[in-house]
Each structure stands twice: as structure tokens, then as C-alpha cells.
């Protein structure tokens, strides 16, 4: 593990204190929770763009005519 020192607002201490408290868990709990949660969303985003840019326009159309053109059940509508 490493050792971190940040600087935060006061107003954003408090808040972040105040939910932490809220969740019962501890600060450090609750700032390595929320770091995890925006490399776990940047990391998604990144994974999306380099999907989109290997995406064929080609391919999604020869996959999409193999679906059949039927009427969905009542519970699809």
C-alpha cells in the first residue's frame, strides 16, 4: 500500500467526512472507494473507445441482416 496526501477544500472535507460517517466506514475507506470508482469509469471509457475504433460498419450490418425479421412477443413491446 502507499501513502497518500491530498488537499482538499474544507467545504469538500466536510462533505466527504459527513458521507464516510453516513456509510460507516473511514475516510480512507471512503476516498479509496471513490478513486476506485473513477479509474473504474475512466478505464470504461477507454475500453469503449478503442472498441468503437476497431468497429466495422460492415460487420454490424452482415450481423444485424442475420436477425430475424419477426414480430416480438407481448411481452418485447
Aim: charged share 20%; hydrophobic share 50%.
Amino acid at each position: 500500500m502507499s501513502a497518500l496526501s491530498i488537499r482538499l477544500p474544507d467545504s469538500l472535507h466536510q462533505m466527504a467526512r459527513g458521507m464516510a460517517k453516513q456509510d460507516q466506514v473511514s475516510m480512507n475507506q471512503f476516498i479509496a472507494s471513490a478513486v476506485a470508482e473513477k479509474v473504474s469509469a475512466l478505464a470504461t471509457e477507454q475500453y469503449l473507445n478503442e472498441r468503437a475504433a476497431r468497429a466495422s460498419t460492415t460487420k454490424f450490418k452482415a450481423a444485424l441482416a442475420q436477425v430475424p425479421n419477426v414480430v416480438p412477443a407481448l411481452f418485447d413491446r
